[in-house]
C-alpha cells in the first residue's frame, strides 16, 4: 500500500501548466498524470480563463505529487522555493542538469538551477546527501 502523501506542492504557472509537466514527465521516470481540472463559465469576471480550458494538472514524478496550476501571471517562480534531486551517481546528476538546465545561461553544473519554466531545482549528488540521523 503507498504511503500517504500530506503535503503535495502545488506550481503556479501563468498558462504554461501542460507544457511544463509534459517536459517534467521526460525527465523523471516513473511520472505520470493523475488528473485534469478544467475552468468552467463560473468565476469568468475572476479568473478570466475560457470555459474548458486546463485549470490544474495533477501529476507525479518519480512517485511524488504535484499539481500544476494555470493561475494567470500574478505570480511568478523565484530562488526562494526550489525542489532538491538527490542522485545516486554521476549519471543520474548529468541527466538531471543537462535536462533542466537547458537554456539556463546561469546555471554552473552540480548545484542550482532554473529550468525552462522558472522552476529553482538543486541536483545534489549522493555525498552531499544530510544525515537522516539529525533529531
Not at 21 to 30: I, K, Q
Not at 44 to 67: R, Y
Request: aromatic share 14%; proline share 5%.
Amino acid at each position: 500500500m503507498p504511503a500517504f502523501q500530506r503535503i503535495t506542492p502545488c506550481l503556479w504557472f501563468d498558462d504554461q501548466a501542460e507544457a511544463a509537466v509534459a517536459f517534467y514527465l521526460t525527465v523523471f521516470s516513473n511520472s505520470k498524470i493523475t488528473g485534469v481540472a478544467h475552468y468552467s463559465e463560473a468565476g469568468f469576471e475572476v479568473h478570466g480563463k475560457p470555459a474548458g480550458s486546463v485549470m490544474s494538472v495533477a501529476f507525479e514524478l518519480d512517485g511524488q505529487a504535484f499539481v500544476a496550476l494555470n493561475g494567470g501571471p500574478i505570480f511568478t517562480f523565484n530562488e526562494a522555493i526550489s525542489f532538491q534531486i538527490h542522485c545516486e551517481t554521476q549519471a543520474d546528476v548529468d541527466h538531471y542538469w543537462e535536462k533542466l538546465a537547458a537554456g539556463d545561461k546561469n546555471a554552473q553544473h552540480g548545484g542550482w538551477l532554473k529550468d525552462k519554466y522558472g522552476v529553482s531545482w538543486q541536483v545534489i549528488p549522493n555525498t552531499q546527501r544530510p544525515s537522516r540521523d539529525i533529531p
